[in-house]
């Protein structure tokens, strides 16, 4: 069984960047595929950015050339750098493990809260 712990939330400015970082521990991390989702109060969970064991990396429209998915493998541990932040980043963001690049996601951190004042 994996288990994923977020870190590196926080308040930023408009403009400015964060890093988040997703742990993990058990199972085989480099085997899976991972993502970041977020949410807000009142909408549904939507997939930010995901990353296959390949490294391969597929984000949404509106986070496309401002943020980056990576892995570390050796680390077990996943990254989003976030660029350019808007206040509509605002949400709290999870980790995830994925069936696949483009499958369902099958495990959850616990989220990391992202702030972006203006």
């Known amino acids: 069984q994996v288990t994923l712990v977020e870190s590196g939330g926080g308040l930023a400015q408009v403009g400015g960047s964060l890093r988040l970082s997703c742990a993990a521990s058990?199972?085989?991390?480099?085997?899976?595929?991972m993502a970041w989702y977020r949410q807000t109060p009142g909408k549904e969970r939507e997939l930010v950015a995901g990353?296959?064991?390949?490294?391969?990396?597929r984000y949404i429209p509106a986070v496309k050339d401002r943020f980056t998915i990576s892995r570390d493998n050796a680390k077990k541990t996943m990254y989003l750098e976030m660029n350019s932040l808007k206040p509509e980043d605002t949400a709290v963001y999870y980790c995830?493990?994925?069936?696949?690049?483009?499958?369902?996601?099958w495990g959850w951190g616990q989220g990391t809260q992202v702030t972006i004042s203006s």
């Open positions: 058990g199972g085989t991390f480099s085997a899976n595929a």
């Open positions: 990353i296959a064991a390949s490294g391969l990396t």
């Open positions: 995830a493990l994925l069936t696949a690049l483009y499958g369902n996601p």
